[in-house]
T-cell receptor, first 113, second 115 residues
Framework: KAGVTQTPRYLIKTRGQQVTLSCSPISGHRSVSWYQQTPGQGLQFLFEYFSETQRNKGNFPGRFSGRQFSNSRSEMNVSTLELGDSALYLC????????????FGQGTRLTVV | DQQVKQNSPSLSVQEGRISILNCDYTNSMFDYFLWYKKYPAEGPTFLISISSIKDKNEDGRFTVFLNKSAKHLSLHIVPSQPGDSAVYFCAARRNSGGSNYKLTFGKGTLLTVNP
């Protein structure tokens, strides 16, 4: 059974640009969550999608957005990139029901210069 | 407001000894707690979890203890092995009562097990 796949693994962008990250969940999983990991803040929850609907949202500005497709694959978009957006972005998938366990992908390392 | 706190950024232990990683939480609505292990350049992997109705859960060398009154949990690794060297994240969530499935993480503790 394939794990959670995130693409690309590494990305370098210039301040002011926008970026789209992709996450393919484990087959059968309908929930996809996104987290930002920075050295100073640890892992912080961005948002969660379930059956193409955003079900939970963290405390991030509107520049951070996402969507989920009918096959459960998810994309995350960050517009008008800032230097502080440099981080490891992690995606986690789960069945989505109460008590279901989240499995993480390897992450996308975004560097904003 | 840090709802899940891991106050020790790092811990170093000798191979074969016990490693104890600590975690405190402030949100009394949390009723499910997890520990994840993370190696560099990899995503976090699930290690062990505990529901708030229990005070201990054991899985091989790993045991998690929960003290609800103190809002404190700890992960014990016995015996510690060099391969256990990684960053350990404590996480918490509400496991029921709505659609709040997000995990709230601590900042992590870097465990180094010396041969």
């Amino acid at each position: 059974k394939a794990g959670v796949t995130q693409t690309p693994r590494y990305l370098i962008k210039t301040r002011g640009q926008q970026v789209t990250l992709s996450c393919s969940p484990i087959s059968g999983h309908r929930s996809v969550s996104w987290y930002q990991q920075t050295p100073g803040q640890g892992l912080q929850f961005l948002f969660e999608y379930f059956s193409e609907t955003q079900r939970n949202k963290g405390n991030f500005p509107g520049r951070f957005s996402g969507r989920q497709f009918s096959n459960s694959r998810s994309e995350m978009n960050v517009s008008t990139l800032e230097l502080g957006d440099s981080a490891l972005y992690l995606c986690a998938s789960s069945f989505g029901g109460e008590g279901s366990l989240a499995f993480f992908g390897q992450g996308t390392r975004l560097t904003v210069v | 407001d840090q709802q899940v706190k891991q106050n020790s950024p790092s811990l170093s232990v000798q191979e074969g000894r016990i490693s104890i990683l600590n975690c405190d939480y402030t949100n009394s609505m949390f009723d499910y707690f997890l520990w994840y292990k993370k190696y560099p350049a990899e995503g976090p992997t699930f290690l062990i979890s505990i529901s708030s109705i229990k005070d201990k859960n054991e899985d091989g060398r790993f045991t998690v203890f929960l003290n609800k009154s103190a809002k404190h949990l700890s992960l014990h690794i016995v015996p510690s092995q060099p391969g256990d060297s990684a960053v350990y994240f404590c996480a918490a969530r509400r496991n029921s009562g709505g659609s709040n499935y997000k995990l709230t993480f601590g900042k992590g503790t870097l465990l180094t097990v010396n041969p």
